[in-house]
């Protein structure tokens, strides 16, 4: 199977039977928005994708970040990559695509009593990322894909890191405080961190 990439067509579907499906749906209209607690990460991950200028890798969609960072992206039709577990999910934000945003679904939950979470393993592997989000299910894939991606993403954008002892988050505080640079946004009870090897974070929110 080849390794999905942004310049493949529309929504990219990883399958057991390694098929690739192409689709274009109109315009997603009505919706209703979710608790907004849910969007906590939007002042942070905005601040990161201004101050930066190359592809940015969304692992979770999410109606408080997917139509944010396709508008953001589309002013200089920067590359974007937005990858989720849930096939109905995705799918509401599929108008979305472009030729410079694209979609990959990922195949963790299809079987129920045998997900597969290395399923993200090759999420976006060969591209060096400005940004990644991370906001994606299972929960205890966050901390793997932030080690995975490491030498190659400039800032994660990570939600959820005020619960590193819950069930699924327990890995955050490790692999967290492990980076050179760390900022923590806890204007809200729901938190967000940026971290970063290579750029000090915290002169982002000064």
């Given amino acids: 199977m080849k390794k999905p990439t942004l310049l493949n067509m529309s929504i990219v579907i990883i399958t057991s039977s390694a098929t690739l499906l192409a689709v274009?749906?109109?315009?997603i209209q009505n919706r209703i928005l979710g608790d907004a607690n849910w969007?906590?990460?939007q002042t942070p991950l905005i601040t990161a994708v201004a101050h930066t200028?190359?592809?940015v890798l969304e692992l979770g969609c999410g109606d408080f970040s997917t139509p944010l960072l396709h508008a953001i992206c589309s002013v200089n039709q920067r590359a974007l990559l937005s990858a989720d577990a849930d096939k109905k999910w995705l799918c509401l934000f599929l108008d979305l695509e472009t030729t410079?945003?694209?979609f990959i679904y990922v195949p963790v939950f299809e079987n129920p009593k045998n997900s597969?979470?290395?399923?993200w393993d090759q999420v976006g592997k060969d591209v060096h990322w400005s940004v990644v989000f991370i906001d994606h299910a299972p929960a205890?894939?966050?901390a793997v894909d932030?080690?995975?991606?490491?030498?190659?993403t400039d800032i994660f954008v990570v939600h959820d890191t005020e619960r590193p002892y819950h069930q699924g988050f327990k890995n955050y505080e490790l692999v967290l405080k492990s980076f050179k640079y760390?900022?923590?946004?806890k204007r809200y009870k729901i938190q967000t961190t940026l971290v970063s090897d290579t750029i000090d974070v915290t002169t982002l929110f000064r």
């Fill in 146 to 152: 932030i080690q995975r991606l490491r030498t190659h």
């Fill in 116 to 119: 597969r979470a290395n399923e």
């Fill in 53 to 55: 200028s190359g592809p």
């Fill in 39 to 41: 969007g906590t990460h």
């Fill in 140 to 142: 205890n894939r966050r």
């Fill in 182 to 185: 760390k900022f923590e946004y």
């Fill in 100 to 102: 410079w945003h694209k």
């Fill in 24 to 27: 274009t749906p109109p315009m």
